[in-house]
């Protein structure tokens, strides 16, 4: 029985040794090049963007009075780019010698990792911001004495009776510790709302190919 249009293209694209279609698989493995060769270049700025600021924010946050909060966004998002960086030498290893459908399959599977490992730190990143920004504006220096003392002594002259755990409001403490917690929470969220913004349109292209090159195996 002779072979019908869809399975000669099928066969031409899906056999890296076929000659009956050659062009569709170069088509493919180009298109399938480009596009993750664009994530990386995003991914690398991005990497080098996070450095960048958080260099800055170091060095600001000195002459703003927030030394604790440089330091911790510094150490913190050093850890990050570290992270992200190992992983991205793992994209790096990828064989572009295998056929379209198997390079995009190979980074799919680095992207699902990359993901999850990312949506982990999530929960711990944002919460350490969070923690950071209240200690390095609790510590400013006020008119020679820490901003957080000077706003406890205000309260106290507002509210009396205000109950205090360890020279701080309860109120205060159980409003940190619930921001804390939605933070943990959602903090896998926040990072996929994140990750869309910046590599949304990417990912949907790698997903249209995955789908055109599906459905010529199918």
Known sequence: MEKSIEDIWKEGFLKTDALIAPKIN??????????????????????????????????????????????????????LVF????????????????????????????????????KRMSKFLYPIIFISMILGFWFKDAEGIPLGERLVNEIRIGFPDVYLVYGIPLIGIISVILILVLLAFFG??????????VYGRV????????????????
Do not use: C
């Open 83 to 118: 992270i992200n960086k190992k992983l991205l030498n793992d994209l790096e290893k990828i064989d572009l010698g295998v056929s379209s459908y198997q390079y995009l399959k190979a980074f799919n599977q680095w992207k699902n990792k990359q993901i999850a490992i990312n």
């Open 26 to 79: 170069k088509l493919y493995s180009q298109k399938s090049i480009h596009v993750i060769d664009k994530f990386k270049r995003m991914f690398k700025i991005n990497l080098i963007a996070i450095v960048a600021f958080s260099f800055i924010f170091l060095i600001v946050s000195f002459f703003i009075g927030i030394p604790i909060t440089g330091v911790i966004f510094f150490v913190t998002l050093s850890v």
């Open 203 to 218: 990912f949907k292209k790698l997903e249209e190919l995955m789908t055109d090159i599906e459905s010529l195996r199918s």
């Open 188 to 197: 896998g969220q926040i990072y996929k709302w994140d990750l869309n913004i």
